[in-house]
């Protein structure tokens, strides 16, 4: 038999979704996969119901139904203030996950580099390679995930630099970049004619006082901003696989055939119901964000009456816990035997460094109440189990 692609071969399977399969082994309760296990917004499950009779069933224009996108581009301009053309400036794709693809297969050429920050979010290495292009990494430094500017500029002006990755809030470090850091890293991609492509997808999962700015609104960065996102977080509906491109009409332009050969289309029915969802007032966002700080609260103030070390999130919904003193050399054993003796679901956090980092696993906190405390109660005795 002939060999298979050399460009996927060194492909490991996501250790996120690794995780989760492990959890299940174990009967752990899964802090790993970040998704919720509450329910999405009643009034888009009950679209959903009605449209299950009303239809649509069939395929819906490729770039993403007509009344979708008009109130998805009314919403963003709300948050983003930036003018968003429903027709030229936005495709919607299957996740963010797509999103990401599409964006990356858009703009890169094998051999060309894009710059990523790590920690970053595992998706990307993987998407790089896909597209032909080589990652290159500016580390941003534990603890307050800060990035040197001079670090950052000498990966950018690299020979063959096409684009850079921003997730924004960030996932797993759960760093919000301030505007005077996205004016850095703008000034550095107009400087060096970058694209840069956002990550958004926590854009209303943020605790006081930290606030998004939208990459794509600062000056002369319209146009080289390629905004990925989704609805997977905002409306709790990470299996509906609804997420989006914005950017200027000529890159739009472009990510629609790459979109369209990729997956012909988002699910119809699925868009249909959740324009109720993408016309909520203000009022939703602020009780989901005062619901997600409710429960960072519930999380952190628990790990750290355990006495655990471990970073607070300005945005997102992870935390990162130092497990240095449980004396592992190796952080995918601990959070195996995490699983197995504890009962809880972590992710090594060596899958989102570039950098030799061993000492922190990643846990989510997007849970019901009860779920969080029986995770706690669980990790009280992460002592006795695990030294
Ligand atoms: C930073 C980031 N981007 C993208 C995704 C995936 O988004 P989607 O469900 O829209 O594909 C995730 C999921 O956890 C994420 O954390």
Redesign the pocket.
């Known amino acids: 038999m002939k060999e298979l692609s050399k460009r996927t071969a060194n492909f490991t399977d996501s250790v996120?979704r690794r995780m989760t399969r492990i959890s299940l082994q174990h009967g752990a309760i899964n802090l790993s996969?970040?998704?919720p296990d509450f329910d999405p917004p009643k009034e888009i499950t009950d679209r959903l119901s009605e449209v299950a009779k009303e239809g649509p069933h069939q395929y819906a224009l490729t770039w993403g139904a007509q009344n979708f996108r008009e109130a998805l581009a009314a919403k963003q301009e709300h948050f983003s203030g930036m003018k968003i053309n429903p027709d030229t400036e936005i495709v919607v794709t299957?996740?963010?996950?797509?999103?990401?693809m599409a964006a990356m297969m858009s703009v890169c050429n094998p051999g060309e580099k894009v710059v990523i920050f790590s920690p970053f979010?595992e998706?990307y290495g993987a998407d790089t390679i896909l597209s032909g292009a080589e990652p290159i990494y500016v580390p941003l430094k534990p603890p307050a995930f800060h990035f040197d500017a001079d670090e950052l500029e000498a990966a950018m002006k690299q020979e063959g630099v096409k684009a850079l990755i921003l997730?924004n809030p960030?996932?797993p470090c759960g760093k919000v970049f301030t505007r005077q850091e996205l004016m850095v890293i703008a000034d550095l991609a107009k400087k060096y004619d970058i694209y840069v492509i956002t990550?958004e997808?926590?854009e209303h999962i943020l605790y006081e006082p930290n606030k998004h700015t939208y990459m794509a609104s600062l000056p002369g960065m319209r146009e080289r901003t390629i905004m990925?996102?989704?609805?997977?977080?905002t409306y709790s509906i990470?299996g509906w696989?609804?997420?989006y491109v914005i950017a200027s009409p000529e890159i739009i332009d472009r990510v629609k055939k790459v979109h369209d050969f990729l997956t012909v289309g988002a699910a119809a029915p699925l868009m249909e119901a959740c324009v109720v969802g993408l016309k909520f007032g203000d009022e939703y966002y602020r009780e989901l964000k005062a619901h997600y700080t409710h429960m960072k609260n519930l999380f952190v103030g628990g790990l750290r009456d355990i006495g655990l070390q471990f970073t607070e999130p300005q945005g997102?919904y992870y935390v990162l816990v130092d497990i240095s003193e449980f004396g592992y050399e190796n952080d995918y054993l601990f959070c195996e035997d995490l699983a197995r003796k504890v009962g809880v679901g972590a992710v090594p956090g060596s899958s989102f460094f570039r950098e030799n980092v061993n000492h922190l696993i990643r846990v989510h906190f997007a849970k019901q109440d009860e779920t969080l405390n029986a995770a706690l109660d669980r990790l009280a005795d992460i002592r006795r189990k695990m030294k």
């Open positions: 996120i996969q970040g998704f299957c996740g963010s996950t797509e999103a990401m979010y998706n997730c960030s996932n990550d997808v926590y990925c996102n989704s609805l997977s977080k990470t696989r609804l997420g997102a």
